[in-house]
């Protein structure tokens, strides 16, 4: 059985697939299998991949979403643990080997955070060196609650029994989707954030704000809601941890919200979470939220 089962989704990526894939296959640690979802690519991918003969398995699906193409390919996955990577971006060549010993060292917890480095171009990535590794460890991911760290889906080292036990990444066509996995995994024993060396090269793109508006706004409701209905783990005792966790991812989009202009949007995340912010004493943001949603109200009145 292989350690890692490296699941990677792409849609329509063919420009950076084959960099992704390459930094894979650089790997000093090679007891992994590699899993790439095609999920309804209509680009040059599907022949791309024609290529590759049995250095990947192919699964392809229509195109619903990189949360459903996770799901996929986990269900398809033989390794002790997920290694989620997506299509544009790259691990350094000692990235499986660092993740491998801290299994080994922390036995075996759920999830494992990557240290990121944010690129644009794969040559200013030339000059990280590999550094000892140090890193913060928990009991589990609710214990980090005061620690502002973000996980996101292509940092995720995952255990494959325990992302099946919680279902996998949450369906529909809605970002945050990352988020609502880690806080469902919120209980399961051992979590490890590396801090050093870098683990990710995180491609950092010029994608519009409005494209992402209504699915990010939707990913928040869906925290919230989620949090409301009980849905993450921990009961009464770990609320606070919780809602300090879905406060953070929350706050910066109802100020997005607020100073381009959709101010419906932002009025709702805001009234939605005001309690739980109020309890945490986030006034910087409760107060400081006014000004800029006032702006918005009166920019929307002026275009009438």
């Known amino acids: 059985?292989?350690?890692?089962?490296?699941?990677?989704?792409?849609?329509?990526?063919?420009?950076?697939?084959?960099?992704?894939?390459?930094?894979?296959?650089?790997?000093?640690?090679?007891?992994?299998?590699?899993?790439?979802?095609?999920?309804?690519?209509?680009?040059?991918?599907?022949?791309?991949?024609?290529?590759?003969?049995?250095?990947?398995?192919?699964?392809?699906?229509?195109?619903?979403?990189?949360?459903?193409?996770?799901?996929?390919?986990?269900?398809?996955?033989?390794?002790?643990?997920?290694?989620?990577?997506?299509?544009?971006?790259?691990?350094?060549?000692?990235?499986?080997?660092?993740?491998?010993?801290?299994?080994?060292?922390?036995?075996?917890?759920?999830?494992?955070?990557?240290?990121l480095i944010s690129f644009k171009d794969p040559d200013e990535l030339e000059c990280v060196n590999q550094t000892r590794t140090t890193t913060e460890t928990f009991s589990d991911f609710l214990s980090s609650s005061d620690r502002d760290f973000f996980v996101g889906a292509?940092?995720?080292?995952?255990?494959?029994?325990?992302?099946?036990?919680?279902?996998?990444?949450?369906?529909?066509?809605?970002?945050?989707?990352?988020?609502?996995?880690?806080?469902?995994?919120?209980?399961?024993?051992?979590?490890?954030?590396?801090?050093?060396?870098?683990?990710l090269g995180w491609r950092r793109h010029s994608t519009s704000l409005t494209d992402q508006f209504m699915r990010s706004f939707q990913g928040c409701r869906h925290l919230i809601e989620s949090e409301q209905r009980g849905v993450y783990p921990g009961g009464k005792n770990r609320a606070v941890a919780r809602r300090r966790i879905i406060t953070r991812h929350i706050r910066p989009w109802a100020l997005t919200f607020a100073r381009t202009g959709e101010w419906k949007l932002a009025w709702s995340l805001y009234k939605s979470t005001f309690i739980w912010n109020l309890s945490l004493y986030r006034w910087r943001y409760l107060v400081g939220f006014w000004p800029s949603f006032h702006e918005s109200i009166l920019v929307a009145h002026s275009r009438r």
């Open 1 to 115: 059985m292989p350690t890692f089962s490296v699941v990677i989704p792409t849609y329509n990526r063919s420009s950076h697939l084959n960099v992704t894939l390459e930094s894979v296959w650089r790997q000093t640690f090679t007891n992994y299998e590699i899993i790439v979802v095609d999920d309804g690519s209509t680009d040059d991918t599907s022949a791309y991949l024609s290529q590759l003969d049995n250095r990947v398995t192919l699964v392809r699906q229509p195109n619903y979403g990189p949360g459903i193409a996770r799901n996929k390919g986990a269900e398809n996955a033989r390794g002790e643990y997920l290694a989620f990577l997506d299509s544009d971006d790259l691990w350094f060549p000692w990235t499986l080997e660092t993740v491998a010993q801290l299994i080994a060292r922390h036995d075996r917890p759920a999830i494992i955070s990557a240290r």
């Open 154 to 199: 292509g940092m995720t080292f995952v255990r494959r029994d325990k992302f099946l036990e919680v279902g996998g990444f949450a369906g529909g066509q809605m970002n945050l989707e990352d988020h609502d996995l880690i806080l469902r995994l919120g209980t399961a024993a051992g979590f490890v954030q590396i801090l050093e060396p870098p683990t």
